[in-house]
């Protein structure tokens, strides 16, 4: 147990010697983080978002022609890239993996496999 309080003492008077010292860096060290809260919050500050008309009316109407493709698109069940040999249901999520500007529409399995399509049967 002496030792114990020797080890204690010696902590005791190390602080009671350096206090000021830590004192000073705990209060810089503050004072600086503070002080970039504050700097950092004024920087990163946005301003405010301004919608404008066009822009949302140009939205609308390119909804419409997603919606009017879409429709267009519902007579056809499988689909197939034209970069590809294999054709899939059209909502097989392998399907929705192709690039729209190679997508190829079939009514039938008949239809695909005549222009040399293979189907793919991991979408069963």
């Not at 920087?43 to 919606?67: C, G, H, Q, T």
């Not at 009017?68 to 294999?86: D, H, I, P, Q, W």
Request: charged share 25%; glycine share 4%; aromatic share 12%.
């Amino acid at each position: 147990m002496p030792h114990c309080l020797k080890i204690l003492t010696k902590i005791i008077s190390f602080v009671k010697k350096h206090f000021w010292l830590y004192s000073f860096a705990f209060l810089i060290t503050s004072l600086a983080f503070s002080s970039g809260i504050i700097i950092g919050a004024n920087i990163l500050s946005r301003p405010p978002m301004i919608i404008e008309k066009e822009l949302i009316l140009n939205l609308e109407e390119s909804l419409a022609e997603v919606e009017a493709k879409n429709e267009s698109l519902k007579e056809f069940s499988y689909v197939a890239s034209s970069r590809g040999k294999y054709y899939y249901p059209i909502d097989c999520s392998l399907a929705k993996n192709l690039k729209e500007e190679n997508k190829i529409y079939f009514k039938t399995k008949e239809e695909a496999e005549d222009k040399g399509y293979i189907y793919n049967t991991k979408c069963d």
